[in-house]
T-cell receptor
Framework: SQQGEEDPQALSIQEGENATMNCSYK?????LQWYRQNSGRGLVHLIL?????REKHSGRLRVTLDTSKKSSSLLITASRAADTASYFC????????FGAGTRLTVKP | GAVVSQHPSRVICKSGTSVKIECRSL??????MFWYRQFPKQSLMLMAT?????????EQGVEKDKFLINHASLTLSTLTVTSAHPEDSSFYIC????????????FGPGTRLTVL
């Protein structure tokens, strides 16, 4: 079964715009992580947010976590063509399970 | 951050042969390692959870006799694809958890298996 489920499945924006992706999960967690995956490449860890945190920043990334709604969002500000990739959230419930991912396309 | 390596990064084999993929945690002890596979344009799929010193737990639909997992030490897990067939061609990714560091997961770079 999948623990994290990203929304939308696909997102296409222009360079410079902001991109927001959402993730929902089902059970209690210790932390939630966001990853990116370029086509044919391994996953790259972006950011981890713990269950007692509500918001976290890393460069152009902003992650929020709402444990009452069991949801998280990833905001990429001032997007670049190089941000084109698939983005996954994963939760920790004794193991890590991924959703289907959001495929982000940033057009130059 | 912690590093997980996989070997080989790419392998091409003939149908019917067996292929072993190694996953190593280089600077930490991984009590738990996971194996994923990813078909083109599809999401990662968890295949099995491997705990050091015990039998792997396979996800539903994954044949344990087909995909042999061994986690003999805290730094090494191996996935052996036995009697590989073209439909086994996929991208295989391992990951490892270092429990003392708050369950953060570290991924290997992946192994691309092509079965001719």
């Amino acid at each position: 079964s999948q623990q994290g489920e990203e929304d939308p499945q696909a997102l296409s924006i222009q360079e410079g715009e902001n991109a927001t992706m959402n993730c929902s999960y089902k059970t209690s967690i210790n932390n939630l992580q966001w990853y990116r995956q370029n086509s044919g490449r391994g996953l790259v860890h972006l950011i981890l947010i713990r269950s007692n945190e509500r918001e976290k920043h890393s460069g152009r990334l902003r992650v929020t976590l709402d444990t009452s709604k069991k949801s998280s969002s990833l905001l990429i500000t001032a997007s670049r063509a190089a941000d084109t990739a698939s983005y996954f959230c994963a939760t920790d419930a004794n193991d890590m399970r991924f959703g289907a991912g959001t495929r982000l396309t940033v057009k130059p | 951050g912690a590093v997980v390596s996989q070997h080989p990064s790419r392998v091409i084999c003939k149908s019917g042969t067996s292929v072993k993929i190694e996953c190593r945690s280089l600077d930490f002890q991984a009590t738990t390692m996971f194996w994923y596979r990813q078909f083109p344009k599809q999401s990662l799929m968890l295949m099995a959870t491997s705990n050091e010193g015990s039998k792997a737990t396979y996800e539903q639909g994954v044949e344990k006799d087909k995909f042999l997992i061994n986690h003999a030490s805290l730094t090494l897990s191996t996935l052996t694809v036995t009697s590989a067939h073209p439909e086994d061609s996929s991208f295989y990714i391992c990951s490892a958890i270092d429990r003392p560091i708050y369950n953060e997961q570290f991924f290997g770079p992946g192994t691309r298996l092509t079965v001719l």
